[in-house]
Antibody, heavy 125, light 110 residues
Framework: QVQLQESGPGLVEPSQTLSLTCTVS??????????WSWIRQHPGKGLEWIGY???????DNNPSLRSRVTISADTSKNHFSLKLSSVTAADTAFYYC?????????????????WGQGTMVTVSS | QSVLTQPPSVSGAPGQRVTISCTGS?????????VHWYQQLPGTAPKLLIY???NRPSGVPDRFSASKSGTSASLAITGLQAEDEADYYC??????????FGGGTKLTVL
């Protein structure tokens, strides 16, 4: 059974780059044609999709964050990463990594069936 | 302001049926894109309830069902239970915004 675990600093200074890693266990990140996403949730607020990477190498990001977001995968380490540059207090949120659901040869890019437990990132000096 | 509009809250008594709407537009639900639904219990990661507008992943009770019509979708929960008290989110694809979530609906079991 695939499990995801986020890791990274819980505190980032304004204007710096937020870097998080999602380690995949119980399966290979490079198999199955899955989409691997980052999603965040501001305290007490709703969910916001950040972006995904696919094992084909394709990526897509939320247009509102696109200029600041880089999502990449490292198949040798079986993890994928999020980098969000020039952070401000508005980027303070709970960050989740998630895997999109695939069934019967079809993958639903935005139907996330496996989630990490999430990690809180605070942007503050 | 999300492009997918959900009611902020709904409520129902145990055993009752409740529905949660998700209203989009011609650039997302109305364009034929699939809708997915999530349940988020307090302090936990969201759980996929419905994928592909009407399909339940293995393990999700058949008390949960969903449909889509035009620019809207809805999630129905029958036989309401106390454990269903949670936040519910819809999600779809938007031609301009890519992956978008609804603002979420808090379900209270009276």
């Amino acid at each position: 059974q695939v499990q995801l675990q986020e890791s990274g600093p819980g505190l980032v200074e304004p204007s710096q780059t937020l870097s998080l890693t999602c380690t995949v266990s119980g399966g290979s990140i490079s198999s199955g044609g899955y989409y691997w996403s980052w999603i965040r949730q501001h305290p007490g607020k709703g969910l916001e999709w950040i972006g995904y990477t696919h094992n084909s190498g394709s990526t897509d990001n939320n247009p509102s964050l696109r200029s600041r977001v880089t999502i990449s995968a490292d198949t040798s380490k079986n993890h994928f990463s999020l980098k969000l540059s020039s952070v401000t207090a508005a980027d303070t949120a709970f960050y989740y990594c998630a895997r999109a659901y695939c069934s019967g040869g079809s993958c639903y890019r935005f139907a996330f069936d496996v989630w990490g437990q999430g990690t809180m990132v605070t942007v503050s000096s | 302001q999300s492009v997918l509009t959900q009611p902020p809250s709904v409520s129902g008594a145990p055993g009752q049926r409740v529905t949660i709407s998700c209203t989009g537009s011609s650039s997302n639900i109305g364009a034929g894109y699939e809708v997915h639904w999530y349940q988020q219990l307090p302090g936990t990661a969201p759980k996929l309830l419905i994928y592909g507008s009407r399909n339940r992943p293995s393990g999700v009770p058949d008390r949960f069902s969903a449909s889509k019509s035009g620019t809207s979708a809805s999630l129905a929960i029958t036989g309401l239970q106390a454990e269903d008290e949670a936040d519910y989110y819809c999600q779809s694809f938007d031609t301009s915004l890519s992956g978008v979530f609804g603002g979420g609906t808090k379900l209270t079991v009276l």
